[in-house]
């Protein structure tokens, strides 16, 4: 598998690293200026309301989605803390049905790992290695078991606020899992494609943002990746990243980027988007629905949703999509997430 970093190694220094506080974490646990970029390690950066944030989503060849964020945060009382939240789609096919899963532990409750790339929560844990991520997770009898091909090293976001740092870890990797449903049913065997960003912050992320969209291309040969952050000023900052057969072809802002959100007041969707990258038009049609609304807080354990809300009430939302690719290699369609994050600051 290719190495984002060494196609890409010059724009890492583009991206400065947050400071990591020595503060609840394992012994003998790398120091701050020991922790290698690009590798999902944690940061764990020493504001109060300091913490990293990865986000897994994964397409199966059957239909089914998932989507998790996994954190470490100082946000509350005492030492951090770290939870685990996510949720699985079923197919279209088959009634879109959601199951929601959780885990949150406080400090002497989880382990983070002496290279600070593994968080095991107990019953739930984002396990990370050379070559591999792992998302396990299992509650009141449903099981989720996600393993991702990972890159040899990610690529940092430069299209993101200053103090609001990013890097995409894995984009349109292989991934293979299975569910178990806790109704007693057949256990499911997924093959797909997944998708992996870490985001490490000194503050609450609705200080540097106030909508997050992300687009994902998960194909087999063709893998894009889309941002676009709007600052609490109101600017917009952009950014994609191409993938072709593994091999990483470009990272860079887009040439032309339209979004349609529809007119919808409130939290919208984009209906469809067109991007013009590099030897690449990409046009993408949404659902009309999205497959996965959450309300983050109403799934965060109570001493972390007591405090946020006193100054954000973050919500997601996914939606299914299709892409059609043109270039001058053909043209190619497939499957694609939208996924959008509103922070919603509060006054």
């Known amino acids: 598998m290719a190495s984002w970093g060494s196609r890409l190694g010059a724009t890492l220094g583009l991206l400065a690293a947050g400071l990591v506080g020595g503060h609840g974490l394992a012994d ?54 770290a939870a685990l939240v996510g949720a699985i789609v079923e197919p279209r096919e088959s009634g879109g049905r959601v199951r929601h899963f959780r885990r949150s532990e406080n400090e002497g409750g989880y382990t983070l790992s002496d290279d600070r790339r593994s968080l095991d929560l107990q019953a739930a844990a984002l396990e990370q290695e050379a070559g591999s991520r792992r998302l396990r997770a299992r509650k009141s009898g449903l099981r989720i078991a996600l393993e991702i091909d990972a890159r040899a090293s ?10 609001c740092p990013m890097g995409l870890l894995d984009l349109a ?57 709007l600052t609490p000023t109101g600017e917009l900052l952009r950014f994609a990243a191409v993938d072709r057969a593994g091999e990483a072809v470009f990272a860079g802002p887009p040439e032309r980027v339209e ?44 001493i972390f949703r007591r405090v946020i809300a006193l100054r954000t009430r973050p919500s997601v939302r996914l939606s299914r999509a299709s892409f059609e690719a043109s270039g001058p290699a053909g043209t190619r369609e497939g499957p694609a997430l939208v996924k959008v994050l509103y922070l919603n600051p509060l006054p």
């Open 259 to 302: 979004i349609d959100w529809g007119g919808e007041a409130g939290e919208p969707m984009p209906s469809s988007l067109e991007l013009d990258l590099p030897d690449l038009a990409l046009r993408v049609s949404a659902a009309s629905e999205p497959a996965l609304e959450m309300d983050l807080l109403d799934r965060v354990p109570g």
């Open 28 to 81: 003998g646990a790398a120091e701050p200026n020991e922790v290698e970029r690009g590798t999902g390690a944690s940061r764990l950066p020493a504001g109060s309301a300091g913490g990293d944030y990865w986000e897994l989503v994964f397409l199966s060849e059957s239909g089914h989605l998932v989507f998790a964020q996994t954190l470490l945060t100082r946000l509350g009382w005492g030492g951090p803390k």
């Open 173 to 229: 990797s292989p991934a293979r899992g299975s569910f178990e449903p806790r109704d007693g049913s057949p256990r499911i065997d997924w093959v797909g494609r997944a998708a992996v960003t870490h985001r490490w912050l000194d503050r609450l992320e609705s200080d540097c943002a106030t909508r997050r969209l992300e687009l994902f291309v998960l194909d087999t040969d063709l893998g894009v990746y889309f941002s676009e952050v």
């Open 154 to 163: 990610g690529l940092p976001i430069p299209a993101a606020p200053e103090d």
